[in-house]
């Protein structure tokens, strides 16, 4: 299905991607396995590993093809995660580094950020997660799940939302 989209496309198979990844071992494990998906699906893809700051720098320049980085919410809500990283305004080094852009988009997260109301505000930011979906800038391979283990002695655990 991968090469009759590809096809479709018209994407020319004498196009190689160039893959960024940090030096980091589990970085580069995931690489291969995504360059080898790839190699399947008739995309050629070669693995360039830098080190942290001059991989931060490409990315945040937008000089990659492709790269593999992860985010973690500093607080737990939609705006931490939709503002930073799709809001056209921050493209590159202020989170945006797929450099989406989208209006409708802009204009949802933008009026999520303003509604006091939880509910409604729920409701805007799903309308704009349903158009990213849609548009797909990134490729979404898993969520973190922390664990909170608590003894039966222990009495008045409070589990913070952002850590769990």
């Known amino acids: 299905m991968a090469k009759a989209l590809l096809k479709e496309a018209n994407y020319s198979p004498s196009t190689k991607l160039h893959f960024y990844v940090t030096a980091a071992q589990d970085a580069v494990d995931m690489a291969e396995i995504i360059v080898s998906y790839l190699k399947d699906a008739g995309i050629e893809a070669q693995i360039r590993t830098l080190e942290w700051s001059a991989y931060k720098s490409a990315i945040n320049n937008g000089d990659t093809d492709m790269f593999w ?27 945006n580094r797929t450099r ?65």
């Not at 980085?69 to 503002?83: H, I, K, M, T, V």
């Not at 898993?142 to 939302?161: D, E, H, K, L, M």
Request: hydrophobic share 35%.
């Open 69 to 95: 980085l992860g985010w973690l919410a500093d607080y737990p809500d939609s705006e931490n995660f939709l503002y930073p990283l799709y809001h056209s305004s921050n493209a590159g080094a202020a989170g």
């Open 100 to 164: 989406y852009k989208n209006a409708e988009v802009d204009k949802l997260i933008e009026t999520g950020r303003k509604t006091a109301d939880e509910k409604k505000q729920q409701a805007i930011y799903k309308t704009a997660e349903e158009l990213i979906l849609k548009d797909t800038p990134a490729l979404y391979f898993w969520q973190n799940r922390g664990f909170t283990a608590v003894a039966p002695r222990i009495r008045n655990s409070t589990s913070y939302p952002a850590i769990t």
